[in-house]
């Protein structure tokens, strides 16, 4: 059984820094990709940042530059550092973990970041 462990998050002021981390365990079939999304009340969730098994990432145009995610491949795991953040950031974050063959995808439960000063 797949599961989903997730840590950090929390407050910080414009300008500031968190991390947020992300395991998996119980993952017997191939990752694709593991990363992060976001959601705020009444809007879908969206991608953040994701890195994929072979070594390529993507990053929501809002964050780029600001926030970097880190992968271990070994450890199932997955970070990702915010930098500068925003008030714009503030949203409950969610790990992705996507799966192959079937392709399938599971979600860590979400960590609240608020950037605020």
Not at 26 to 54: C, D, N
Not at 73 to 84: G, I, P, R, Y
Request: charged residues 20%; proline residues 4%; neutral net charge.
């Amino acid at each position: 059984q797949v599961q989903i462990a997730t840590s950090g998050g929390g407050l910080a002021r414009p300008g500031g820094s968190l991390r947020l981390s992300c395991a998996g365990a119980g993952i017997t079939r191939s990752i694709e990709h593991m990363g992060w999304y976001r959601q705020t009340p009444g809007k879908e969730r969206e991608l953040v940042a994701r890195k994929f098994t072979y070594g390529g990432a993507d990053y929501a145009d809002s964050v780029k530059g600001r926030f970097l995610i880190f992968r271990d491949n070994a450890l199932n795991t997955v970070d990702l550092q915010m930098n500068n953040l925003q008030p714009e950031d503030t949203a409950l974050y969610f790990c992705s973990v996507h799966l192959l063959n079937p392709p399938s995808d599971f979600w860590g439960q979400g960590i609240q970041v608020t950037v605020s000063s």
